[in-house]
């Protein structure tokens, strides 16, 4: 067996005012603290994708601003998860890849699609979604040079890049199908490990997993013997071993050493940093990757 997964703990977003003096040293300047985070984390989930289009010279920046080893996870548009619903979004797709996530070069790390919590799973929209979106550099730069001509700005160089990922949070108990993971596993696309009462469930689809901790179901935060079970949960993964602990909606996936991104975010977010941190000193993760 191949040496284990790659391991990334991180956080969704950099602004925020309760993390100063919390997680960020008193004095440090707003312009700052992303560079400040980047030497502390692994990978930071880039959450304003979700609400409006940035632009390229907005992703060049923040790249410019960390580590080497360090990348960023982007939330995928509302446009095409909420309003949209996943339906005809070709155009949206290009347009948002033409925006400047490619931008970011090597420090680019999996797009995450959070579907809305009334999307229920019907397997051929699911199909042409999964089928739409590029899974290798070549075929993200393909859709991006397609993006619409208003766009002034539009960045489609794939330099640096060597894999394009997907993770898709579903909210929707109709998900919880056997043929929605054989769907996904079909497509190399990954499951988000959401930790939450709606969606427990812990099916690996792809060759990574990607964790969204949004805080442990019915509790305010994440306590030691939460972040024990996690850790230990990941190393699994990491090293390509079957889990034992938890609930599954299809069979066990194939034992391969797989990288784990796990981002807190939600529920706990004034403690997620620490929690990110702690998290890694359990794996033995450096926290540049």
């Known amino acids: 067996m191949s040496s284990a997964g790659k391991v990334r703990t991180g956080i969704a977003g950099w602004v925020f005012a309760p993390w100063r003096g919390e997680f960020y040293p008193a004095g440090l300047t707003q312009k700052q603290e992303l ?10 989930e880039i959450n304003a994708t979700f609400r409006a289009l940035q632009k390229p010279a907005s992703f060049r920046n923040w790249a410019s601003q960390t580590p080497e080893g360090f990348v960023f996870s982007i939330k995928g548009p509302q446009l095409i998860t909420h309003i949209k619903r996943l339906k005809e979004v070709e155009t949206p797709l290009a ?44 075929d993200a730069a393909a859709l991006a040079d397609w993006h619409e001509d208003w766009m002034k700005e539009a ?17 929707h108990d109709s998900f919880a199908n056997p043929d929605f993971i054989a769907q996904m596993r079909k497509h190399n696309v990954a499951l988000v490990v959401a930790d939450t009462a709606e969606w427990p469930t812990l099916d690996v689809t792809a060759d990574f997993v990607y964790c969204r901790l949004q805080g442990a179901p019915g509790s305010e935060r994440y306590d030691e013997a939460d972040l024990d079970r996690w850790a230990s ?50 794996l033995g993760a450096a926290s540049t990757g």
Do not use: C
Not at 155 to 171: K, L, M
Not at 248 to 257: A, I, K, L, S
């Open 155 to 171: 960045a489609t160089s794939i330099e640096g890049i060597t894999a394009i990922r997907h993770a898709i949070e579903v909210r």
């Open 233 to 282: 949960r990941i190393a699994a993964w990491s090293a390509g071993k079957s889990m034992t602990d938890g609930a599954f909606v299809g069979p066990q996936p194939e034992e391969n050493p797989r990288d784990v991104f796990a981002v807190f975010v939600s529920t706990d977010k004034v403690h997620a940093p620490r929690n990110a941190m702690a998290l890694a000193q359990r």
């Open 95 to 138: 347009n948002f890849l033409a925006s400047g996530p490619l931008a970011l070069g090597a420090k680019l790390g999996p797009f995450v699609w959070q579907l809305p919590p009334n999307l229920s799973y019907e397997a051929e929209r699911m199909e042409a979604f999964l089928t739409l979106l590029p899974k290798t550099p070549g």
């Open 35 to 44: 560079a400040y985070a980047s030497t502390q984390l692994a990978a930071i």
